[in-house]
C-alpha cells in the first residue's frame, strides 16, 4: 500500500525558533498533500492543501505567513513553523492521495510530528 | 455551520461483541464518507469509504452504512477483540477529490477481555 513519511517524529524547540517538518510520498506521485493539526483529544483539523509547483490553499484562520508550506517536487511536502510559540504546540499529521488511483479514494496519512514549544 | 458528530468520545465493549459507532452531520452534502483508525501518538489509518449511492460496504469484520436522508453513518466492528481498541474517526469530503478531510472528533473505543 501506499506509504507516506514524516521527519522528525518529533522536534522541541526554543519559543521564536523556527521549526521545518517534511512530508514524503514513498511509492506514489503525489501532486496533491494536506496538512493537519490535532491537539489532544480534538479532531484532526485541516490547515492547508499544498499543490505541488504551486502555492498552497490555507483553511480560513490559518496564518500563511507563519505556517509556509513549500511543495517543491511530487513526493515532497514541507512544512515550517515559523517563530514558534508555546500554542503551537501540537501533533502535525500530513496526508496525499495517489491521484493515479482516481481522485476518490483514501488519504495516505504520515505517521505525525509531535511539536513542543518551550 | 457545518458539524461532523461522533456519538461518544468512549464506547467500552465486550470482547466477541459488536461494536456500533455513529458518525452524524449537519449542513453538509458529501460525496462520500470515510472511517479511520488511529492509535495514540500516531496518524489515522484508512478503514472503509462509502459513496453517497451506497447503503453499505462491508470489510471483513467492519460493516459501514450511509444514510444521506438522516444524515448519519453507521460503522459497526463485530466479534470485536482486544486489538480493535482505538479510536474511530469519521471524515467527509465535500467537494471534489482534491479537497482535505474534516473530521468527527472521533470515538475512543475500548474492548475488554
Known amino acids: 500500500g501506499a506509504v507516506v513519511s514524516q521527519h522528525p517524529s518529533w522536534v522541541i524547540c526554543k519559543s521564536g525558533t523556527s521549526v521545518k517538518i517534511e512530508c514524503r510520498s514513498l511509492d506514489f506521485q503525489a501532486t496533491t498533500m494536506f496538512w493537519y493539526r490535532q491537539f489532544p483529544k480534538q479532531s484532526l483539523m485541516l490547515m492547508a492543501t499544498?499543490?505541488?509547483?504551486?502555492?498552497?490553499?490555507?483553511e480560513q484562520g490559518v496564518e500563511k505567513d507563519k505556517f509556509l508550506i513549500n511543495h517543491a517536487s511530487l513526493t515532497l511536502s514541507t512544512l515550517t513553523v515559523t517563530s514558534a510559540h508555546p500554542e503551537d504546540s501540537s501533533f502535525y499529521i500530513c496526508s496525499a492521495r495517489d491521484f493515479g488511483r482516481g481522485p476518490y479514494n483514501e488519504q495516505f496519512f504520515g505517521p505525525g510530528t509531535r511539536l513542543t514549544v518551550l | 455551520s457545518q458539524k461532523i458528530e461522533q456519538n461518544s468520545e468512549a464506547l467500552n465493549i465486550q470482547e466477541g461483541k459488536t461494536a456500533t459507532l455513529t458518525c452524524n452531520y449537519t449542513n453538509y452534502s458529501p460525496a462520500y464518507l470515510q472511517w479511520y483508525r488511529q492509535d495514540p501518538g500516531r496518524g489515522p489509518v484508512f478503514l472503509l469509504l462509502?459513496?453517497?449511492?451506497?447503503k453499505e460496504k462491508r470489510k471483513e469484520r467492519l460493516k459501514v452504512t450511509f444514510d444521506t436522508t438522516l444524515k448519519q453513518s453507521l460503522f459497526h466492528i463485530t466479534a470485536s477483540q482486544p486489538a480493535d481498541s482505538a479510536t474511530y474517526l469519521c471524515?467527509?469530503?465535500?467537494?471534489?477529490?482534491?479537497?482535505?478531510?474534516?473530521f468527527g472528533k472521533g470515538t475512543h473505543l475500548i474492548i475488554q477481555p
Open positions: 499544498s499543490n505541488e509547483g504551486s502555492k498552497a490553499t490555507y
Open positions: 471524515a467527509l469530503i465535500t467537494g471534489g477529490g482534491a479537497d482535505g478531510l474534516t
Open positions: 462509502i459513496r453517497e449511492n451506497e
